[in-house]
């Protein structure tokens, strides 16, 4: 079909950049004698191949294939002086083309020398360094391939011929067991660059990655090289794969940290079998952005960074940052009660919350785009946001046009809360119509909601805003305090009845209360006259009002220690929503008579295998922003949801509504990351006993 349109077939008898790729035997034969049958010149780039590399003169003597036109360089000049040529027969050969065929540097006699030199040393004594190549390149691949051998999971294959000989890894985010930043490396094209310089910084060994085949590294010694230094690269060699196979991260990377060598105990990994999609139109399709909270949460994913302080393990975050892009980190199948079924993918951003608020916002916002692209591109038709991914989108309002349905999954982070809430006081007998519950940071979306869904219940609301703006604070704050009023006003009107010392109660002795259809500003006078009674609180004293309250619920997104020891009143309750958390890690020692809890960690109906390490939760939990996009998911509920700061309570009761029915609940109260055992709710009940008792007497 393309008779007379093809001059000339060009192929390299090995490939080198390519990955160290040798043709089937007869491909060669059988591509010179297509080309003679069509006019077509065949042409061998031996470039890389060629003047004894591959065990013989030029490698396409292997086959004794003779080409039309031979290419070769760098070996030429012997690796002292550049030079290049090409070889043709005679049949090939046309005075047209020898015409045309110039160079800037023809004519260089000094190069000529150099090559001439070059080949009389490969060719005399009967081409004994050839042979010598031909032998110790046998003795080096097949003390290779029994590394091979030993080590299947991480080392693909070997191929090659002489000293022109490829390591092709296959490593990827399902060789180890666990999570590892070795198969992030291995996906995104990192690993073999990592792996070369470990060889060359720790063990001595210069190799270099092929620049196409991403997963092969290249051993090609100088044709000099003895029997003894191929022994020793083999070695090498193995002693690197005992770490690459045990997923050993903290000693492959360690040089580039600066430190030595430690000892380190791991399991053997297991290859993952994780669920892929179905393709069926029923099942739901959502994904779900993740990121590290702080560089220790590197510890949960990848177990060998244990033996790194915390000074080396932020200095690995931050080269390990900014090497890789987003990445799927896990995937997972749920089943739910109703018989529904949704596929998922865990979308990681490799950025800490300190991170990300401290880069650039167009930076971060481009970076979650990126995630929600991959996520996307993958199929999902629903991403939900984690953590600190919609705090520098501003609830997702600034991914302009992301091209999928996105959800913050605040809606049920506040479902999730307040149900902790009620079973913490539940279980501690704590009266709500007596309690006073403050409120850290009342002014995001997941604050306010929370605060005005608890305002049925409670005797006292402390709403606690930012004191880095107070003015600004105090505005939203009334408005927050006005829409909590007009909850109240809508309970009301469908027949509530609030109980004794609750402020709805207080709202209802007040006098007429506006229709809750008014807009809020109807209700602005209602919340002005509780705040005056001391039922409701607007602030920005956190420290001072702390200690006021019997139940405290952070929602921020600060990554401070904002509740610490010193103000929480005696035998309080902390329900902790923001992540990274507020509550200081202190408490748990220095105030027993506190109990503090994670709220919203939900568990997934079925307990199904998430495949991939976050927040220490055992197999099945998750937090309630992953539930709601799992929920939405189910449902092929494929639009916008929980976005901004301004959340729906409709919307809120819906996906609450939808979570019951599916088989979504509240797990066991944690605390600190770590479900709360029997023996500590003892221990915690019995404080809370001696603190009443001292405050009493």
């Not at 031909?134 to 090659?160: D, I, M, T």
């Not at 916002?361 to 953590?387: N, T």
């Not at 019997?550 to 220690?561: G, M, N, Y």
């Amino acid at each position: 079909a393309h008779e007379g349109e093809i001059g000339a077939f060009i192929m390299e008898p090995i490939q080198g950049e390519g990955g160290i790729i040798i043709p089937p035997q007869g491909y060669m034969a059988a591509a010179k004698a297509l080309c003679q049958q069509h006019g077509v010149l065949f042409v061998l780039d031996e470039i890389q191949s060629g003047l004894g590399r591959s065990g013989s003169l030029f490698a396409c003597e292997a086959e004794g294939v003779t080409p039309d036109v031979l290419i070769v360089a760098k070996a030429l000049g012997g690796g002292l002086f550049p030079v290049g040529a090409v070889l043709y027969t005679e049949e090939a050969y046309s005075q047209e083309f020898a015409n045309k065929h110039s160079s800037t540097f023809a004519g260089n006699t000094l190069a000529c020398r150099v090559g001439l030199r070059s080949i009389e040393l490969l060719t005399r004594d009967d081409q004994a360094l050839i042979k010598q190549v031909a032998e110790n390149g046998a003795y080096l691949k097949e003390g290779l391939e029994a590394l091979q051998r030993q080590y299947p999971n991480v080392l693909k294959s070997v191929r090659g011929r002489g000293y022109m000989i490829g390591l092709d890894f296959g490593v990827d985010m399902d060789t180890y067991g666990w999570g590892s930043i070795l198969g992030v490396l291995a996906e995104q094209e990192n690993l073999t660059p990592v792996l070369s310089s470990y060889l060359l910084n720790v063990e001595g060994l210069r190799v270099a990655p092929t620049l196409n085949g991403a997963s092969v590294i290249r051993i090609e010694p100088p044709l000099i090289a003895t029997r003894e230094q191929c022994r020793a690269a083999i070695e090498a060699v193995g002693r690197m794969l005992v770490h690459l196979a045990a997923g050993n991260t903290a000693e492959l990377l360690r040089h580039l940290l600066g430190i030595e060598s430690r000892p380190t105990s791991l399991p053997t990994p297991a290859r993952r079998v994780q669920p892929s999609p179905s393709g069926q139109p029923e099942e739901g399709r959502f994904a779900f952005l993740i990121h590290p909270l702080t560089p220790q949460d590197y510890l949960d994913w990848d177990r060998s960074l244990a033996v790194l302080d915390g000074e080396e393990i932020q200095a690995l975050v931050e080269r390990f940052g900014d090497l890789v892009e987003p990445f799927v980190a896990g995937r997972t199948r749920i089943a739910a009660e109703n018989g529904s079924t949704a596929y998922g993918e865990f979308i990681a951003v490799p950025k800490t919350a300190d991170e990300l608020m401290a880069m650039p916002h167009a930076e971060a916002v481009a970076l979650v785009k990126q995630a929600v692209d991959l996520a996307r591109e993958r199929g999902a038709k629903l991403v939900g946001l984690g953590a600190y991914t919609s705090v520098v989108t501003r609830g997702a309002l600034h991914l302009r046009n992301p091209g999928v349905a996105i959800t913050t999954g605040n809606s049920y982070t506040v479902v999730a809360a307040v149900d902790s809430i009620y079973k913490a006081v539940t279980e501690l007998g704590t009266k709500l119509n007596e309690a006073t519950i403050a409120v850290v940071g009342a002014t995001g979306a997941i604050g306010r909601s929370t605060a005005i869904l608890l305002a049925e219940d409670v005797n006292r609301l402390l709403l606690i805003g930012n004191p880095a703006r107070p003015e600004q604070s105090r505005k939203r704050l009334v408005k927050v305090a006005a829409d909590a009023v007009r909850y109240l006003a809508q309970l009301a009107a469908e027949g509530k009845e609030f109980g004794e010392g609750t402020i709805g109660e207080a709202m209802l002795a007040l006098g007429p209360v506006p229709s809750h259809e008014e807009e809020l500003e109807a209700f602005l006078p209602l919340a002005a006259a509780l705040e005056e009674s001391g039922q409701l609180v607007i602030t920005t004293e956190t420290d001072a009002m702390l200690p006021l309250a019997d139940l405290v619920v952070t929602a921020t997104s600060s990554t401070e220690d904002l509740v610490t020891p010193h103000n929480l009143k005696y035998g309080a309750a902390v329900c902790d929503l923001s992540r990274p958390p507020n509550v200081s890690r202190a408490v748990k020692e220095a105030r027993p008579d506190v109990l503090a809890i994670d709220g919203g960690v939900i568990a997934v109906p079925g307990l199904p295998e998430m495949n991939v390490q976050f927040g220490g939760f055992e197999r099945g939990l998750a937090y309630a922003c992953m539930a709601e996009t799992m929920i939405l998911g189910l449902d092929h509920h494929y639009e916008d949801t929980s976005i901004g700061t301004d959340l729906n309570l409709p919307m809120i009761l819906r996906v609450r509504q939808l979570g019951a029915a599916q088989g979504f609940h509240l797990a066991q109260l944690r605390s600190f990351d770590r479900a709360l055992s029997t023996e500590e709710w003892q221990r915690i009940m019995a404080a809370r006993t001696r603190a009443f008792n001292i405050v009493a007497s």
